[in-house]
């Protein structure tokens, strides 16, 4: 039984709404197997001497052999919005393949410059 290769990419830029407040990041997943990848994750900035976190979530059917685009959006826990700047994304993707009924989770930490949108 072969496991599943599943890779996770956070790209290095997103946006902070300048509506809503909310940071949106996106990345891509590859895997060597047909498998639903499901996204989680977290993004943390430091804004005006306030830490502002928010969670978001994602779900793509990933295909082998082509790197699958994701988006997610992040919803500010309190009352700061995102802002323009660096901020910290951990994302983790945990992929489910029926063949064998199994799982496989990789984790990324990465810093995302976010623009106002």
């Known amino acids: 039984m072969a496991a599943l290769d599943l890779q ?3 790209a290095s830029d997103g946006t902070a709404s300048a ?5 949106m ?5 590859t895997c060597d197997q ?3 990848v499901s996204l989680t ?3 943390f900035q430091v804004v005006k001497k306030e830490l502002v976190r928010g969670t978001f979530g994602a779900l793509v059917n990933c295909t082998p052999g082509t790197a699958v685009e ?4 992040a919803t500010p826990n309190g ?3 995102f802002g323009k ?4 994304v951990s994302t983790q993707a945990t992929a489910y393949y029926n063949e064998y009924g199994d799982s496989v989770t990789v984790d990324d930490t990465s810093i995302v410059t976010l623009s106002k949108s």
Do not use: F, Y
Not at 19 to 23: L, N, R, T
């Open 70 to 73: 994701w988006t997610a959006s």
């Open 85 to 88: 700047g660096d901020a910290e």
């Open 41 to 43: 994750g977290a993004v």
């Open 19 to 23: 509506v809503s407040g909310k940071a």
């Open 8 to 10: 996770l990419a956070v």
């Open 79 to 81: 009352t700061t919005p």
């Open 25 to 29: 990041v996106h990345g891509t997943v």
């Open 34 to 36: 047909p498998a639903s």
